[in-house]
């Protein structure tokens, strides 16, 4: 008689703080996979209850009793099905007790079986150890005559705790995450299951969530492995779903999505990040400063994506240095998107500026006070805007800039979400030329002209900066490998280069801790991922 087990994988969009609604959605997965799947288990991602990363929500007092609430719905209303769900678990009730990042295998009116996360990240976005207290024990539960050993995240990073599952009888393993999306990681994931099912010559179930959650994004890219290491199963990346895998005679068998190209798969996260912030934020829609430049092109096109051409605003503010073909390419852009379009000059408020400055200033020469000075105005318009109309302003900054301080406080660092901020500008060309392969939006010119941030006259980035190739790959070297001066001058970069990328990139940590937060696409991202203190003398290291 064949023998099956169908396990769903539940890959949700969940709201961190929304206890109530994350529970209404995992109920919905539940008997979706109960009823139209007629899955034996349904399987949420890591704190499904509370939504990940709660940061310092887990220490509000009230917070206990919602996570508690919340387990008593799941008990009371999930039957016929087995269902995983992951929550914090608070030992004592409250919040001055033990907590614990937990998950429970919930059947038919009870808890049959309780794991607390073992392995506590504590580097990059992670900062668990803040929180959680990590569990010691294994977790193996029975399921139709099948012993699963579950494990949570991190603990699939290390060889302990699904040797301790396989050890105390575990026939396959169930690991549910809420794992961070960044460029590459997805190979790294597929590193790390192969490892744990080598090493215990047992199956694995990988259930991750989908989203955005401020700086984070999290790509689902749910799986499974069969005990020899083959894909049994793929969800698709960065889709929301309840997808079921069987198990027959012991062997999994189910669907493998396609999948994503590098730029496919970050122009998915950056979509999905800028909608997820904008409209849970409640913003009801976005303003873009539109200059006719690549940087501003990609991210209206990212938001149009995201919110639909209705939500998006996008407002050119030429200068006297601004010239005719940028503003004929931001309206161009415009069109092709079918998004709002206004121009706005600045002109009058950057000659009021400098009539109020010109006694202050006699005698000195015009210099980047003159050029922020106009990056402020536009600054002030699209703020003003902003509060007249409700509207979120989205910077336009990308990494190459950020990293060295090549953007204006107060000016285009105005707003309050950056959806490129963690993107190089080698790879914002080329997010350009991937999107244009769907639909032709970003006009060509735009792409394949010298960038310029039109501030005075006949002004490219070159002026100011090393080739984008280059600076580029220094600051991955410097900023994401940590490498030290000496060690990109031997990899073969010119030293004065170097020494000159590195010292912006010091001298700027205060410029960027004042910039509005943005998806994380590198390794290493500013801001919650990469501390460095504002005053701080470190030279070759």
């Known amino acids: 008689m064949t023998k099956t087990l169908t396990l769903a994988l539940a890959q949700l969009n969940l709201w961190v703080g929304d206890v109530e609604g994350n529970v209404g959605k995992i109920i919905a997965a539940a008997l979706k996979a109960r009823d139209g799947l007629k899955a034996d288990l349904v399987a949420c991602s890591e704190l499904s209850l509370i939504g990940y990363p709660p940061d310092d929500l887990l220490l509000r007092s009230g917070l206990p009793k919602l996570i508690e609430e919340g387990i008593q719905r799941l008990l009371a209303e999930v039957h016929g099905i087995t269902l995983v769900v992951g929550l914090p678990e608070y030992e004592l009730g409250r919040v001055d007790g033990a907590l614990y990042n937990a998950a429970y295998v919930i059947r038919d009116g009870s808890v049959v079986a309780r794991y607390r996360k073992q392995q506590l990240p504590n580097y990059g976005v992670f900062d668990e150890r803040r929180h959680f207290k990590p569990g010691f024990s294994p977790c193996v539960f029975e399921l139709k005559g099948k012993l699963i050993g579950l494990t949570i995240c991190e603990d699939a990073w290390f060889s302990q705790p699904a040797s301790q599952a396989r050890d105390a009888g575990a026939e396959l393993l169930l690991n549910i995450n809420a794992s961070p999306w960044n460029r590459g990681k997805r190979s790294e994931r597929e590193r790390v299951l192969d490892a744990r099912v080598a090493e215990t010559g047992l199956p694995i179930v990988y259930v991750n969530c989908v989203g955005g959650q401020d700086e984070v994004v999290f790509d689902g890219n749910s799986q499974v492995l069969r005990s020899d290491g083959s894909v049994a199963f793929a969800a698709p990346q960065f889709e929301e779903g309840v997808y079921a895998v069987t198990m027959r005679n012991g062997r999994f068998e189910g669907e493998t999505a396609t999948l994503l190209g590098d730029e496919e798969e970050t122009y998915a996260a950056l979509v999905v990040a800028t909608r997820d912030y904008v409209t849970r934020n409640g913003f009801p829609g976005v303003l873009i400063g539109l200059s006719g430049g690549i940087d501003s092109a990609l991210v209206a096109t990212i938001a149009a994506d995201a919110l639909g051409a209705d939500k998006v605003w996008g407002v050119s503010m030429p200068s006297r240095y601004t010239l005719d073909m940028s503003n004929d390419d931001a309206r161009l852009e415009a069109e092709a998107l079918g998004i709002r379009y206004t121009t706005l000059p600045i002109e009058p408020a950057f000659t ?32 003003a805007l ?38 190089y500008k080698t790879l914002v060309y080329r997010l350009a030329r991937y999107r244009n392969t769907i639909s032709l939006v970003i006009p060509e010119r735009v792409i394949i002209r010298a960038p310029s941030a039109e501030l005075r006259e006949n002004q490219t980035d070159q002026d100011s900066l090393p080739p984008y190739e280059i600076l580029d790959a220094i600051l991955e070297a410097y900023v994401e490998d940590s490498r030290s001066i000496a060690e990109i001058v031997a990899a073969g970069f010119e030293e004065a280069t170097v020494r000159r990328v590195a010292g912006l990139v010091r001298r700027s940590e205060y410029k960027r801790r004042q910039a509005p937060p943005g998806p994380k696409v590198t390794r290493c991202a500013f801001g919650r991922e990469r501390r460095y203190p504002l005053t701080a003398l470190y030279g070759d290291v």
């Not at 015009?366 to 703020?383: A, C, K, P």
């Not at 990308?398 to 963690?422: Q, R, W």
Request: proline share 1%; hydrophobic share 40%; charged share 20%.
């Open 352 to 383: 009021a500026f400098s009539a109020t400055l010109a006694e202050t200033f006699a005698g000195k020469r015009i210099d980047i006070t003159e050029e922020n000075l106009q990056s402020r105005s536009r600054g002030v318009l699209l703020m």
């Open 386 to 423: 902003s509060n007249k109309f409700g509207h979120i302003v989205l910077t336009t900054g990308n990494k190459s800039e950020m990293a060295v301080g090549y953007a204006t406080l107060y000016g285009d660092m105005c707003g309050g979400f950056a959806p490129i901020k963690d993107v």
